[in-house]
């Protein structure tokens, strides 16, 4: 991320309407099909995990942030619901967003603050690459992130529902490897993040102490306690 | 339809907290610079609790189980294609389970 001193740069004047809106949902189809893929799986594993139809589907429409719901679906096994871990789960994993958020916040600084905060509510990892890499090129088009964002959200509930009925219909889900989708879908998750050879060390970190602290604190501790390390690692290396 | 006060507090504290995250960096920047260090933490998240959850379930599920792990990653990582990988690594596991208890 650039470091420059923002209050120095020209403020960039961006557009605002549904010319915008369509112009970026357009854009985002292509990503969108692959969060449909995920979003199938998704459903699936929330009926697995016991998430009603119209549970599942708040959850997608309402906390639309792919990795942090698998990380909840992970622990909603657990009897009774572990609400605090899970929220600061959720939190944990969503952290990056304060940082993509603060990287589109001058060039939102024109738009008005419901455009804003209705705007940022769409933010993903996905359609954040996509509105930046357009303001740099040199578009104007203030509604590119909520447009792309509206193409990612219908996509997610979507295939949340799809899947969230195909999982009813499949009987006995160890007998069909489905248990092992669990982990399948967090290292394919994994294989999107890397982003080469300085992961290695915090990955390695977490790895080491998740598996310790799962060997030794009772709970599911050990997936925050690992994440942190891994973080820590991550911020100290050169 | 199932609807449990609970799991709906729960799903309400969830969509609280992410929402929070996505404002909360538009706030911030009015007011501090993020260090590079917290930047470097904070992207590192993710990709930290993911392996957290992963490597324990891996250890646990017995050598089926990181084979069908490596062959989801190797797929993932070749192809690019996330329904093929995550077919891969869980066929890879129903076969095993046909083959040893038919």
Redesign the interface.
């Known amino acids: 991320m650039d470091k420059i001193d923002r209050t120095n740069q020209e403020k960039p004047v961006l557009s605002f309407g549904w010319v915008g809106v369509v112009e970026g949902f357009r854009r985002c189809l292509p990503i969108a099909l692959g969060v449909f893929i995920y979003g199938l799986v998704f459903g699936v594993l929330a009926q697995q995990a016991g998430l009603s139809i119209i549970e599942a589907l708040l959850m997608s429409g309402l906390v639309f942030a792919g990795a942090s719901q698998f990380a909840a679906l992970k622990l909603w096994t657990i009897i009774p619901l572990p609400t605090p871990e899970i929220i600061l789960t959720t939190l944990i994993v969503n952290l990056r967003h304060v940082l993509m958020g603060a990287a589109v916040q001058p060039w939102f600084a024109s738009l008005k603050p419901w455009q804003r905060y209705l705007s940022v509510f769409f933010m993903t990892d996905e359609n954040w690459a996509l509105t930046m890499s357009e303001f740099k090129k040199g578009k104007r088009n203030g509604a590119m992130l909520l447009g792309s964002g509206l193409a990612l959200f219908l996509a997610w509930t979507g295939s949340t529902l799809a899947g969230r009925a195909l999982g009813s219909v499949l009987q006995d889900p160890a007998k069909w490897g489905l248990d092992f989708a669990f982990t399948a879908v967090f290292i394919t998750l994994l294989v999107g993040m890397w982003r080469g050879k300085s992961d290695i060390l915090p990955w390695l970190i977490a790895a080491a102490v998740a598996i310790a602290a799962s060997q030794l604190i009772p709970g599911n501790w050990y997936i925050l306690l690992g994440g942190l390390a891994g973080s820590l690692a991550g911020a100290w290396r050169k | ?3 449990e006060l ?10 609280l ?3 929070l ?6 706030w ?3 007011r501090v ?2 260090s ?24 646990s ?1 017995g050598w089926i ?1 990181l084979v ?2 490596l062959l ?2 190797l797929v ?2 070749r192809t690019g294609n ?2 093929l ?2 077919l891969t ?6 076969i095993y ?1 046909l083959l040893t208890n038919p």
């Open positions: 339809m199932r609807i609970q799991t709906l507090l729960t799903i309400f504290g969830m969509a907290v992410t929402y995250t996505r404002v909360g960096g538009l911030l920047m009015n610079t993020l590079g260090r917290v930047e470097r933490g904070l992207s590192n998240l993710p990709g930290a609790v993911m392996i957290s959850i992963v490597a324990p379930a891996l250890l599920s189980g069908a792990g989801t990653a993932a990582r996330l329904l990988a995550m690594g869980v066929g890879c596991v129903l389970r």
